[in-house]
């Protein structure tokens, strides 16, 4: 049974940092990625990691602040949030696909694995 738990979430103010780990057991595909939900707002897409080859993929409103990896026993994927903006504010959600590489990393159809969410608020 695969099982995704994140951590790392928290209260910062603009410009800080947070450092959000997914803890995964029981997972063997290749594709795991992190998505964000805000009050009142739908299920958005925030970066992607090809465990296979390491290729990443990011939404454009987080290119340069945020940084998507992966240990090297590959069973934890983090992402290192710099320069955090109160827009940012929303629950953080790991995820997980069972194919062997990235299929549509931005569609959230396409995970087939979710952690519970950690949250994360940046205040002004």
């Known amino acids: 049974q695969v099982r995704l738990v994140e951590s790392g979430g928290g209260s910062v103010q603009a410009g800080g940092s947070l450092n959000l780990s997914c803890a995964a057991s029981?997972?063997?595909?290749?594709?795991m990625g992190w998505f964000r939900q805000a009050p009142g707002k739908g299920r958005e897409w925030v970066a992607s990691?090809?465990?296979?080859?390491?290729?990443?993929y990011y939404r454009d409103s987080v290119k340069g602040r945020f940084t998507i990896s992966q240990d090297n026993a590959k069973t934890t994927v983090r992402l290192q949030m710099n320069s955090l903006k109160p827009e940012d504010t929303a629950m953080y959600y790991c995820?997980?696909?069972?194919?062997?590489?990235?299929?549509?990393?931005?569609?959230?159809?396409?995970?087939?694995?979710w952690g519970q969410g950690t949250q994360v608020t940046v205040s002004s």
């Open positions: 995820a997980a696909q069972r194919s062997d590489y990235c299929l549509r990393p931005s569609n959230p159809d396409d995970y087939d694995y």
């Open positions: 029981g997972y063997s595909g290749a594709c």
């Open positions: 990691l090809y465990i296979g080859g390491g290729s990443t």
